[in-house]
Each structure stands twice: as C-alpha cells, then as structure tokens.
C-alpha cells in the first residue's frame, strides 16, 4: 500500500512538473513577443534615422527627418503594440477569419465577402491623392519592418495569439489600411437593420394605424447643432446646480441598430472660455474590447506635432489636435444605406428586373477556407444597386417577397473612397476654412465633424450624401422595389448640401448624436437618429454657465445624470408614489414601497454605487416588455433597450398611444398604472433572483460593469480571466457619459459600448489638454501597459495630452530608434 501511495506521489509530482515546465515554456515563448521599447533597430525602407519616444502613459512620440518615415515609424509602433488587432481586422475585412477559427467564423467571411469591401479597398488605392499613397506605403513599409524584424530574431509571432491560432502573417499593404477604414463604417452604420426593423414592425401592426409611430417615433423639435447666444436664454434659465440578435461572437462585426455608432463632441468658441481660446471635447464611442480599438501617439510631421487617438491599422490621428488645431468625430446617423427588394425573372433565375427591363446578376464565386476542414465556395450576386444578401441576415427573409432578393446600397462600398484622404488632410490644416476643405473628401462612415482652431470653432457633417428622389415610396425608411427609378440612387449630393455650423452666436456647438437640421425629404439627412435625450443634458450643462473651462468640459463628459430617469419616472409612476396603504412586513407590496421611496429620493444619478440606477432600469426594462410583448410576439426581442420616447407616447397617450397598457388578450382593460405596478413587480422579482433582496445595499456598478473582452480569447475557459477586463462603472444608456447595456442575456445591463476614447483640448493652455483610452497601449495581455490605461479611465481620470518633446523624454519608458538598414 505504501509503495502504490509512494508511486502514485511520484507520478503527481512528475505531472505537476511536466505542467509547470509548459506553462513556462509558454510564459517565454509569449513573452519573446514583448517588444523592447528601447533599442536601435536597423529596417529597410527608411530615408532617415526615426525615433519613437515612448512617454510614462506609453504613448509613442515618433519623430523623423520626412513624413514618410514619421508614417514608416507610426506603421512600426503600431505592430509593436497591437499587431494581432490589426491582423484579425484586415481578415475581417477580406473575409478570411475561418482560416484561423474555423467554422465558428464561416458567416462572417461569407457575409464580408458578399458586401466585397476588401475589393472596394483594393480599387480605391487609385482614388488616393499623392500625399494620402505616400503616408499608406510609408506606413506598410514600418509595419512590414516589424515583420521582418519578428521573422529574423524569433520575436514569439508578435503576439502570443498566433500561437494558439497558427496562421502565417502576409504583408501589409496600402489597400489593408483602407478596408479597415470600411470595417469601421460597417460597425457605425445601423440603417439597413432599421429599415428591416421598421419593415418587420409594420407588418406586426397591420392592423393598429398609427402604432410604429409610437414605437418608432420621429425625433421631436428642429435639431439642436449650435446653441443661441447665452443672454437670450437668461430669463428661463434654471438656477445652476452641481450634480455629481446577431451571432455571439465577439468578432461579429455587424452592430445591432442600437448599437450602431455614437459619441459626443462639444467646442466653445473664446467668448464662452474663461481663459480666452477655443474648447473641445471629444468622446467616441464604440463596442468595447481588450485591447481597445484606440491607441493613443503623437506623429511629428513637416507641418507640426499631431496627437490624439488612432486606430491600429491606419496612418492617421482621428480624433486629437495640433498646434493649430482640434478636431473631433461622432456618428452622424446620416441615412447612408438603402435596402432594395430585386425581382428575379422566373424564366431565367440568373436576371433581375431593372426600369429598363431584365439584366443578369453579376455573378462571381469565392472560395472560403476553412481551418481544419474543406472549403466552402460561395455564389456572390451583385445588382445595379449593390451585393445581393442572404435572407437570413438582418431579417431580410422576413420582408423579402417571394420571388424577389435583397440588395443593398451603400456609400461605403464606393472604389473611389478618399475618406482615408479627408483624415490625413485634417493633420496638416492650419484654419477651420482648411480642415473643413480638407474634409470635403470623406465618404464614409459619415460623421459629425466638430473642429477649431485658435479662434473659431464650427462643425460639420462629413461623408457622401445619397441623393434620393423625392418621389422615392419608402423615403429609405424601409426596403423598396428596386426596379423603379423614383427610389434608386441618383449619385451623391454636393459636399455643400450637407449641414454644418461655423462660428454661430452663441459661441459653442455639439453633437450627441442627436437630430441636427429639421429639412424635408430628400435633404433630411436622416429619419432615424441617435439620440434624444443626452442632448437635453448636454444642452443644460452648457447654457448652465456662461463661462467654460477644460475643466467644466471634462464634467460634463464625465456627467452621469439621466435626464430620461428624472422625465419618465414621474410620469409612470405619477399614480403609485403615495397609495395612502402601509404594506405588511415582508409583503411584495411593502418591497414595492420601498423601492418607490428609493426612487423618489433620487436625483437620476446613475452612480455605479447606488441601488436606485438599478431599480430604475431594471423596471423600465421590465414596463416596456409588458408594454410590447402583447403586441408584437417575438419582434418584441429586437426592443431589449428602453425607448424613452415610446414611454412617454404611452403614458401621455399621444395620438392614442395609451392603447399599449390594455393587454389584448386578456378580457379585463387594464390601464397604464396597472402596467406600470405589474412592470415593477416584475423587476423586484428580477432583482431579487439575479443581485438579492436587500435593495439598500444594491449597486448599479455590479450590474453595469464595463466588459472589455478579448475577441479571441474572451470565452477561452481558464484563460478569458486573463484576457478579459471588468470594471465596474457609471453612467447609462442615456447618460454623457455613455455606457451602453448589452440588452439581452442573463445580465443585460452589462456596459458593452462606450467611449474607448477621451479627449479633452484646450487652446489656451494646449498643453494642459487631456486624453484616454479604456484599457492600455498594448495588447499584449502580459504587458503591464495591458489595461494600466483602464484603470484611469474608469475612475474619470486623464493623461497629459502634450506635444513637448523634453516633457515626453523626460520620464520616457524606452527610445526605439530605427535607422536606415546598412546605415
């Protein structure tokens, strides 16, 4: 017995060593990937000497004789840091992901390859200006540099990822930095979802006239962009008060509607800043991730220091500033996609119906390999109006009539897109009059420009208009027969037609996304926009004060106030505050007092360490389900996010709105109050089964906490604990500082889309301006710099945005110098 237990002790012993001597193994293999930020490089492809000076926060200052080398260096750094991210997005782009995931990925290459927005890219390279070519070769040259270096010294792949996904790495190319341009337009643009929604929804409410205008309203008021002049709003201004179903998988690179594109940007002109120059804030928002999408570097070009925030991949500063200027994006929501129903000849199944009579589909095949299985060969099919797509993407099978197939137009899909072009020109211009002209070159994905200089500021809406004939039958607000001429694409407006605001009289601009420009169809710019409600805070926190500071503009970014809390709870639970009734101990109803006190005591904070935030959302998630399901069967799962205007539609009852409290199938009517008790009943119930029964000691921050995944790794057993990044966090769907609930799942209040980037730029003091990201520079999980960036920016915290060369050097975590091979 003894000798078994002895042998059974040896063979454990040898066991554990045999896993220590892997794990270690592993541990050195990946950590070869780790770059070394302070050494001297020889490459080929440089004219001159480079250095990148990697500041405290990791940020790299890159510094060169020529641009094309600052581009060569940015191309460098960027493979340095992130050159598994960027990898995984070109595949995306092309449609090769299975390659290295399998099946897990077949539809998402089969989906990209249909829209063909690699081959878009690839045509494209001839659209670019000479300056727009040099910077993208420059820049595939630096990437490539790193490649070779990786090959040459047996740097662990680059990244420990492409251990685990073996795969080889082609080199980059020009026209890679351009489709991941396209990659982003596709994760901002929700109108082909919409239109198939509102489809859908139509004909689920055949019956009741008037109903999908509850549910999808139009945006009230004529569009808020510039602010009028302070005095004017002096007498009714309010006293100032301080306050605080696509695939899971994370590589689905297709948004849902509500998730489509956000951010917010604001600028004030001197006449509103305390210290005498122009202010901007700029937060992008998008589906986070580990590493983030942004990362943060300082490019010193011919024309001056640029820095801000870029996306690993491509050669520009997107959001950041000069010394000269400041600019900042956010989603436009303009209607830049249409779906077209295309009838198919039913004598010759290879044609479609045009005005002009039947014409064969532009057919082609693609091959799709398969990781680990044979290949898939997909049909790809491609109208007048754009790629054919499967029925059973986006719903489109359920408003597809027969005999007919979908085809989209999109502005994205363009083989002239000088949009890369447009981001470069932002870099050298000196004035708002030549950022602005400078922009009159992007084509997609459209945004909301906002930009300044040292005394003026405007903003403007960038990005290729479609021009769309006013007899058009749907408006682009559904899919539409694609064989009439009154609903086909007619080009694109002039870059004069799209809105903007330059120096207006109150002196500052800003966009949350919300509706901008109030004109009728087909100059309307968009049936469908982003937000209703961030923009009522917003617009109370600027006109609270007449005087602005970087500091007021970093408060207001960071505001957490729900202005749709403080306007709906009132008025759905107007009639169950005070019932006059004290509830047993221990009773659902007593719970439901409690819960009321709570909520009226509370001054719509969503603070992530208060109960309230969570009992808010939690029963308006639960009010609008009773409110629809009835209705709409299972089309109520599209609405998982709380529709504030529909609310208040209902409990107002406009235009007869209130008929969504009567259940229909029940012989009883029961009314809004009764919906709205049941509602929190519900939600009580909820809470108590997913975060207890203790409401005092809830906290929002437990339900809302920031999920920074790994696209790859994030569901791996074991190793998702040291991929992922949890935070917990403020803020709400419909709060400035932006945190987007996932919706759906067993925890639907999850932060999943937010701001990855922060920037704060002040023209008095530039070098006193702010930025962040919400994780690290590297993406490489060993790293410290990994996710030491996160933790700032979870606590509302910033990093010195400076274009001082000595203030970099001077705590510089390392100086990579790359010299010309041979030199």
């Known amino acids: 017995m003894g000798k078994a237990i002895r042998w059974l002790f040896r063979i454990a012993a040898a066991l554990v060593a045999l896993a220590a001597a892997a794990v270690a193994v592993v541990a050195y293999l990946a950590g070869r990937s780790l770059p070394d930020y302070d050494q001297t490089q020889a490459v080929a492809g440089l004219s001159a000497p480079v250095e990148i000076v990697r500041d405290t926060a990791n940020v790299p200052h890159i510094f060169g004789e020529a641009d094309a080398d600052v581009f060569f260096g940015l191309g460098y750094a960027h493979a340095q840091d992130r050159l598994w991210q960027m990898v995984v997005l070109r595949r995306t782009a092309q449609g090769r992901l299975s390659e290295i995931f399998g099946r897990r990925t077949l539809e998402i290459d089969t989906l ?213 200027l400041g600019w900042g994006l956010t989603s436009s929501y303009l209607d830049d996609q249409d779906v077209f129903l295309e009838e198919v000849n039913p004598d010759a199944p290879g044609e479609y119906r045009t005005p002009d009579g039947w014409a064969p589909f532009e057919t082609r095949r693609s091959i799709v390999e398969i990781e680990g299985e044979a290949p898939v060969t997909v049909t790809l099919r491609r109208t007048e109006n754009g790629p054919v797509l499967p029925p059973g993407r986006f719903g489109l099978g359920a408003v597809t009539p027969p005999g007919h197939v979908a085809a989209v137009s999109w502005t994205a899909l363009s083989e002239e897109d000088t949009s890369l072009g447009a981001a470069i020109g932002l870099m050298y211009a000196d004035t708002v009059e030549e950022a602005l002209d400078a922009a009159a070159l992007y084509v997609a994905p459209s945004q909301m420009l906002t930009v300044v200089d040292g005394e003026r500021i405007a903003m403007k809406l960038i990005g290729a208009m479609p021009r769309r004939d006013a007899a058009h039958q749907t408006q682009g607000r559904m899919p539409a027969f694609g064989y009439r001429p009154e609903n086909r694409w007619q080009g694109t407006l002039p870059y004069a037609a799209n809105p903007g605001f330059t120096d207006p009289p109150g002196a500052i601009v800003g966009n949350t996304n919300n509706k901008v420009v109030d004109r009728p169809f087909p100059l309307h710019v968009s049936h469908r926009w982003g937000d209703t409600q961030r923009v009522e805070r917003w617009r109370r926190l600027m006109q609270g004060r007449e005087i602005h500071t970087r500091d007021s503009f970093v408060e207001a970014q960071l505001d957490t106030v729900s202005y749709t809390a403080r306007t709906l709870l009132p008025l759905v639970g107007a009639d169950l505050w005070y019932t006059g009734e004290a509830a047993p101990a221990g009773t659902p109803e007593r719970r439901r007092q409690r819960a009321l006190d709570l909520l009226a005591e509370w001054n719509g904070e969503m603070n992530e360490h208060r109960p309230e935030p969570l009992i808010y959302a939690a029963w308006m998630r639960a009010l609008q389900d009773r409110l629809i399901r009835d209705d709409l069967g299972p089309l109520a799962d599209d609405f998982t996010h709380l529709r504030p205007l529909f609310i208040e539609r209902v409990f107002r009852d406009v235009d007869g709105a209130g008929a969504w409290c009567d259940i229909r199938r029940s012989a009883a009517e029961e009314s809004c109050t009764d919906i709205a008790r049941l509602a929190l009943d519900d939600a009580l119930v909820w809470i108590a089964e997913t975060h207890g029964d203790d409401l005092e000691s809830l906290r929002w921050g437990d339900a809302h906490q920031a999920t920074h995944d790994h696209q790859a790794l994030g569901k791996v057993p074991l190793l998702r604990y040291f991929v992922n990044i949890r935070q917990s966090t403020s803020g709400g769907d419909n709060t400035l500082m932006r945190g987007r609930t996932a919706g759906e799942g067993p925890a639907p209040f999850r932060n999943v889309h937010a701001a990855g980037y922060r920037g704060v730029y002040d023209f008095a003091d530039p070098d006193s301006s702010l930025f962040v990201i919400s994780t690290g520079q590297s993406g490489h999980f060993l790293s410290r710099h990994y996710d030491d960036l996160g933790q700032l920016w979870r606590r509302g915290d910033y990093v010195r945005m400076s274009l001082d060369p000595e203030l970099a050097r001077a705590g510089a975590l390392g100086v990579t110098r790359l010299v010309p091979d041979g030199s």
Do not use: C
């Open 112 to 324: 990209m390859r249909r829209f063909g927005l690699y081959l878009a890219a690839q045509a494209s390279v001839a659209a670019q200006d000479d300056r727009t070519r040099a910077a993208l070769e420059a820049y595939a040259e630096g990437v490539n540099a790193r490649l070779a270096e990786i090959n040459a010294e047996s740097l662990g792949r680059g990244a420990p990822e492409f251990f685990i996904f073996d795969a080889a790495i082609a080199p980059w190319r020009p026209a890679d930095s351009l489709a991941l341009v396209k990659v982003m337009a596709l994760q901002l643009s929700g109108h082909l979802s919409a239109e198939v929604r509102r489809a859908r929804l139509s004909l689920a409410l055949e019956d009741r006239p008037g109903a999908v205008a509850d549910l999808l309203p139009e945006a009230p008021g004529p569009g808020v962009a510039a602010l009028p002049e302070y005095a004017d709003l002096l007498p009714e201004r309010p006293a100032p008060r301080r306050v605080a179903a696509a695939p899971d998988d994370p590589l689905w690179p297709v948004p849902r509607p509500e998730l489509a594109g956000a951010s917010n940007a604001w600028a004030a002109a001197p006449a509103r800043a305390a210290a005498g120059g122009t202010l901007l804030a700029n937060d992008p928002h998008l589906g986070l991730s580990a590493p983030a999408i942004w990362y943060l570097a300082r490019l010193e070009l011919s024309a001056g220091g640029v820095i801000g925030a870029t996306i690993p991949g491509i050669p520009a500063v997107l959001s950041g500033r000069s010394d000269r």
